[in-house]
């Protein structure tokens, strides 16, 4: 028989009940972490998926962009970058710069389409080369690079 | 039972308790390396896709571009593989000559967009496994020729295509004759890495 001052409240079943709660408690909250990072990641996952797509759109249209093609209203845009940004839940900007000062869209803010991202947005950017069309004839293309930014 | 190895109103219960945390441990050890984990791999590449893409644009832009700096030259208004094949025409493959018309081309190309993008760019011409050392024309100082080439460089990425030109020494491409034509092929690489 216990006397005064031996017993605990830390006997019987009590001790088991709290590790069962932490146990649980753990696993739940491991649950959480894992399904956040899991969510975080496809999220990036999407945005370099279109990056790369769009990317490969401008591959294959290496000298056939023309400067007008950089806007929001134009065809191109529509056709081949929206349908990336409706497929892939994203928003595309891109800026089209020239190498070479006798070409168009060499000033910076020349030649873009998209809407801006906004200031603190989390955004993937890459930059590629591309031969920009600009003058009067098929004969003067330009080196230049096309800077696509993707953020959700 | 012996009276030791009898367990005490609690006992049985904590040992299911510590069990319970240690499967609930490794379970959750588990869930976090898989989820840490998710997604590593698509990124790998998706950058080495980049990488790809780098050299791929870089190379069609070759084709593409035009050499527009002197109305009085025979290359104005042409691609600049234009220039690339006539000096292969007439038997020459040193692009890496500073003052090889060609090479001073594909040069300031590269360099403009190694200067931009902080990737560094090589266009050479190869045949098989050979790199043509004298026809490297490469933004990496520490790139000269394919020895350094391969001791400098550790994981390019590279992309390749032929390119014809009107038959003199076939030879001299390093890829031979073009069909029945009168027209040699040379295959050239542009490679690009990390500076």
Redesign the interface.
């Known amino acids: 028989m216990k006397t005064r001052g031996q017993g605990s409240v830390f006997s019987g079943d009590v001790p088991a009940i709290i590790m069962i709660v932490l146990s649980i408690g753990f696993f739940m909250s491991s649950v959480y972490l894992a399904l956040d990072h899991f969510n975080s990641i496809k999220a990036n996952l999407d945005i370099e998926s279109a990056l790369v797509d769009a990317a490969s759109v401008f591959l294959k249209e290496n000298a056939k962009i023309k400067p007008s093609d950089l806007s929001s209203n134009s065809q191109f845009w529509n056709l081949r970058i929206a349908r990336i940004e409706n497929s892939k839940g994203v928003k595309i900007y891109t800026e089209l710069r020239a190498l070479d000062p006798m070409s168009a869209c060499f000033n910076e803010g020349e030649c873009v389409a998209g809407k801006p991202p906004p200031d603190n947005t989390e955004l993937l950017s890459k930059r590629f080369p591309i031969a920009l069309k600009s003058g009067d004839t098929d004969l003067e293309v330009y080196p230049a690079l096309v800077k696509i930014s993707v953020y959700k | 039972m012996p009276k030791k190895f009898m367990l005490r109103?609690?006992q049985a219960?904590?040992m299911?308790?510590?069990i319970?945390?240690l499967?609930?441990?490794i379970?959750?050890t588990v869930?976090?390396h898989?989820?840490?984990t998710?997604?590593v791999i698509?990124?790998e590449i998706?950058e080495e896709?980049?990488a790809q893409?780098?050299a791929?644009?870089?190379l069609?832009?070759l084709?593409?571009?035009?050499y527009?700096d002197d109305v009085n030259s025979p290359f104005y208004?042409?691609?600049i593989m234009v220039a690339v094949s006539q000096e292969l025409s007439s038997g020459n493959r040193n692009f890496g000559n500073v003052g090889n018309v060609a090479g001073d081309m594909l040069r300031n190309?590269l360099q403009?967009?190694s200067q931009?993008?902080g990737w560094h760019f090589m266009f050479a011409i190869i045949s098989g496994d050979t790199i043509f050392d004298e026809s490297i024309v490469s933004t990496d100082p520490s790139v000269t020729n394919s020895r350094t080439f391969k001791q400098n460089v550790g994981n390019p990425s590279c992309a390749s295509a032929a390119l014809t030109y009107p038959k003199g020494d076939c030879s001299t491409g390093g890829g031979g004759s073009a069909g029945n034509s009168n027209m040699c092929y040379a295959i050239f690489e542009i490679c690009t890495w990390q500076s």
Request: aromatic share 10%.
């Open positions: 109103k609690g219960e904590i299911d308790g510590l319970l945390m499967i609930a441990a379970c959750s869930l976090l898989i989820s840490s998710y997604g698509p990124t998706y896709t980049y893409k780098l791929q644009n870089t069609l832009s084709y593409h571009i035009t527009l208004k042409k691609s190309i403009t967009y931009e993008l």
